[in-house]
């Protein structure tokens, strides 16, 4: 009988295998996305705290400029030299979170892991096309 099966036993042996093949490829694409969310956890902790002293730095910076800007001028243009310095922090202010919105709204996360179910999903796609050709 091991060598010829049944109609119901070979389709019981092909459905166990796709089920094989299905759980495999499920837990390689799992096992790459959570990869990329390490990836990705490393990456924006760096990137933080570049950011938070950048920022702690352009600060005290700006703040430094500003202060030799208005006392450059404080005998005859304080309001002006007051007045152009807030203007210029608060465009340039704007502007930085203008591009800030830009990019959050960028999507990265799990662009490979996307890109793969999808390759995957198309092969299936295809598969079953050709075989309900062949038929």
Known sequence: MSESQGPAQRLFTAARRLLGSLLATG???????????????VRLVGLLLIVGLSLILLMLGIGV???LVIVAFWDSYRLTAIAVSAGVLLGSGLLLALRALQLARRRTLLVSTLKHLATDRDLVERERREGHHER
């Open 27 to 41: 837990e390689t694409r799992l096992r790459l996305a959570v990869l990329e969310l390490e990836e990705e956890r």
């Open 65 to 67: 400029l500003t202060t």
